[in-house]
């Protein structure tokens, strides 16, 4: 298994442009999560999903949108980039079942906005 | 909302010497999970506790869920230059809520 792949690893954006960070699983996870995390900073959960179809705001979801047309994929969409959208962004999965909410960790990818 | 902190912020120690990070929240917590985020790393998963005083070891590491279910720690015995990093607590309030991070401990350890 590949796990949690995430690309690109690094990016670097114009103000106002837009992107797609892409993330995708394998091991048939039905939460998927995406988290930002500012230098020496923790992580802030952006949007999650709890299964194909389900999306749900997180804590910092202003500037994002996201998308959950299959189970493996749960792509992040970041219309108009402002700076302070430059962070390590974080894609990960975690079993659905109770108690067993243990989150696979992506990469991340770097974006810097300038 | 439901917060979750941790301290200290930052540790420095020599080599060899212990370590501890406190994890509180501001809530009951279903169960608590602990990762490490090596610098420039992504976070990884250590362990996991689910019951009220819970203690679990791993080699050197020893992670503690406290009665009330509201804090936890993690200990680590004679630290080695592999143990830098940041480590992260997280747990959600029930089975079914998200679990919500810490802001991190980062750990430095000199030779």
């Known amino acids: 298994n590949a796990g949690v792949t995430q690309t690109p690893k690094f990016r670097i954006l114009k103000i106002g442009q837009s992107m797609t960070l892409q993330c995708a699983q394998d091991?048939?996870?039905?939460?998927m999560y995406w988290y930002r995390q500012d230098p020496g900073m923790g992580l802030k959960l952006i949007y999650y999903s709890v299964g194909a179809g389900i999306t749900d705001k997180g804590e910092v979801p202003n500037g994002y949108n996201v998308s959950r047309s299959t189970t493996e994929d749960f792509p992040l969409r970041l219309e108009l980039a402002a700076p302070s959208q430059t962070s390590v962004y974080f894609c990960?999965?975690?079993?659905?079942?109770?108690?067993?909410?243990?989150?696979?960790f992506g990469p991340g990818t770097r974006l810097l906005v300038l | 909302g439901q917060q979750v902190m941790q301290i200290p912020q930052y540790q420095h120690v020599q080599e060899g010497e212990d370590f501890t990070t406190y994890c509180n929240s501001s809530t009951t917590l279903s169960n608590i999970q602990w990762y490490k985020q090596r610098p420039g790393g992504h976070p990884v998963f250590l362990i996991q506790?689910?019951?009220?005083?819970e203690v679990k070891k791993q080699k050197r590491l020893t992670f503690q869920f406290g009665e009330a279910k509201k804090n936890s720690s993690l200990h680590i015995t004679a630290t080695q230059t592999t143990d830098v990093g940041t480590y992260f607590c997280?747990?959600?309030?029930?089975?079914?809520?998200?679990?919500?991070f810490g802001p991190g401990t980062s750990l430095s350890v000199i030779p």
């Open positions: 506790l689910v019951k009220s005083g």
């Open positions: 091991m048939n996870h039905n939460y």
């Open positions: 990960a999965s975690s079993y659905s079942s109770r108690d067993r909410e243990t989150q696979y």
């Open positions: 997280a747990g959600p309030r029930t089975s079914y809520d998200k679990v919500i």
